[in-house]
């Protein structure tokens, strides 16, 4: 068995091993190595000449040193020159090595970042369409609860009971509003992308006419009036006012009908929110949940609880069986009145907007305040969302709607209205195809494409407020001009 060095892969002349790799090298090319680096070739640790151990072999007796002009010196040359060129080989093919190992290091780590990216991503989108899991933002301040008042019982003149009193939100009714976002959430997913046969199309809005009905002030949707003193209910079926409420001391500003009781709800600067028997013709109770204005209403999907936000800064969040103020929030660092408030939907995420061009969206379980939308130059008027989930529609002094994605929480679509345009009331239609606007006019826009499909200018005064009918077979609108107007085919 012959030896061969570790370095040319030939039989040494002077072969020696190394101690510390226990390989064999050619004497002369390890002691070039040894005096180029100072290692081992073979690991890389320190190596010097007198560490090699010389290996005892048979060497053919060699003759005496040539002359530099004979052939042998001519030999040794060449040969010396293939001792530069094997130590330089071997160099080479170890850089290859720690090279292709790093190349392949990094191309791992390449992969690996890639797929962990992917990950974010997804994650953060999905954390984007529950705003609720968004951590909440600094600065906000949940009152304490204040001490309960003397309730007044309802006497024989048909005072109704008064209550102030914070209860707070408990384990069962948040367990009641996860359970009705589930549902919600699950049909809409089922609905998908898919628009109602019975859903009236675009080309169909230009054949609609108006009827116009005189009936004190009237706004916000078809069966209730405001902007009196009173509140008016008015069949749409038999063209005709069936009950007028009154009770509030100064102009009603919001009025919401409840979709499966004979019930309405109306606020007004007096800063109370009045709950209305439409059959009986009276006023049932009096939830006092704020100190100064209110400014806006929205019922929660369940049908159980009213939110109502006002310009003393603070939302609140109230039972309408029991009349009771289950929670009362506000934003300490904004310091700023409240314009309005609506129900994203699902019923666990809402917005406010507030007089200093601020859209604010609140998770309701966790009282919090989880993402802010900045973008307009006036106060906001009014807000909406879509019934897909994802749409939020805005309008503010500032003669804009803004429309905005709360998946990605940005602006992606300003419409821009005429100078000194007041936009009063937003609203979308059940499917989500459109976006009805409200307020120097009334305009009709075609959602995805953004595009306006009809515009009404009949009204002689501001128009306060406009709502769809089912499928969109008619648009209601109100105004300052005293009249309640119904376009359809």
């Known amino acids: 068995m012959s030896l061969v060095c570790a370095i040319c892969n030939e039989v040494p002349e002077h072969p020696c091993i190394s101690p510390v790799s226990n390989?064999?090298?050619?004497?002369?090319?390890?002691?070039?190595?040894?005096?180029?680096?100072?290692?081992?070739?073979?690991?890389g640790q320190p190596l010097s000449e007198e560490q090699l151990?010389?290996?005892?072999?048979?060497?053919?007796?060699?003759?005496?040193?040539?002359?530099?002009?004979?052939?042998?010196?001519?030999l040794k040359s060449l040969q010396d020159e293939w001792d530069a060129v094997m130590l330089h080989s071997f160099t080479l093919r170890q850089q290859l090595q720690t090279t292709r190992q790093e190349l392949s290091h990094a191309l791992y780590q390449h992969d690996a970042a890639c797929r962990v990216i992917a990950r974010l991503n997804k994650e953060v989108t999905a954390a984007r369409e529950a705003l609720a899991t968004l951590k909440p933002q600094a600065g906000l301040v949940t009152p304490q609860a204040a001490p309960a008042s003397q309730p007044a019982a309802a006497g024989a003149g048909g005072e109704p009971m008064e209550i102030s009193e914070q209860v707070g939100m408990t384990p069962e009714i948040i367990q009641k509003l996860q359970d009705k976002a589930t549902i919600l959430t699950t049909e809409r997913k089922k609905r998908g992308k898919t628009v109602p046969e019975e859903l009236v199309r675009a080309e169909d809005l230009s054949k609609w006419s108006y009827k116009r009905l005189n009936v004190l002030h009237l706004v916000d949707l078809f069966p209730v009036s405001k902007c009196s003193l009173s509140v008016v209910v008015f069949d749409k079926n038999e063209e005709q006012i069936v009950a007028t409420l009154k009770g509030h001391t100064k102009k009603v500003t919001s009025v919401i009908f409840h979709p499966s009781q004979s019930m309405v709800f109306s606020a007004s600067p007096d800063a109370t929110i009045r709950v209305w028997s439409v059959t009986g013709g009276n006023c049932i109770q009096v939830v006092r949940a704020h100190e100064a204005s209110v400014t806006g209403l929205s019922l929660h999907a369940t049908?159980?609880?009213?939110?109502?936000?006002?310009e003393d800064?603070?939302?609140?969040?109230?039972?309408?069986?029991?009349?009771?103020?289950?929670?009362?929030?506000?934003?300490e660092s904004a310091g700023c009145a409240l314009t309005c408030a609506?129900?994203?939907?699902?019923?666990?995420?809402?917005?406010?907007?507030?007089?200093?061009?601020?859209i604010k969206i609140w998770d309701l379980k966790e009282r919090t305040n989880v993402a802010n939308f900045p973008?307009?130059?006036g106060p906001v008027t009014s807000i909406a969302f879509s019934e897909n989930g994802y749409y939020l529609a805005t309008g503010a002094q500032d003669s804009s709607v803004k429309l905005w994605d709360l998946r990605k929480l940005k602006n992606f679509k300003t419409i821009s209205l005429d100078n000194n345009y007041e936009v009063k009331s937003l609203v979308f239609d059940q499917s989500g195809t459109y976006l009805a606007?409200?307020?120097s006019d009334i305009r009709v826009y075609i959602c995805k494409q953004w595009s306006e499909v009809l515009n009404f200018t009949d009204h002689t005064g501001l128009v306060t407020g406009v709502?769809?009918?089912e499928n969109a077979k008619f648009l209601t609108s109100a105004g300052m001009d005293r009249s309640l107007r119904f376009y359809s085919l």
């Open 23 to 43: 390989h064999v090298f050619e004497r002369r090319l390890i002691e070039k190595y040894i005096a180029e680096n100072g290692t081992d070739p073979m690991n």
């Open 303 to 310: 049908g159980d609880y009213l939110l109502s936000s006002s």
């Open 467 to 469: 709502a769809f009918g």
């Open 437 to 439: 606007v409200g307020g």
């Open 375 to 377: 973008g307009h130059s």
């Open 313 to 331: 800064q603070y939302w609140a969040f109230s039972d309408i069986q029991t009349g009771r103020v289950l929670t009362k929030v506000t934003d």
């Open 53 to 74: 151990v010389d290996i005892k072999v048979t060497h053919p007796i060699r003759p005496k040193a040539p002359s530099a002009t004979s052939i042998p010196a001519i």
């Open 342 to 358: 609506q129900f994203h939907p699902d019923g666990l995420i809402f917005g406010t907007g507030t007089a200093d061009s601020q």
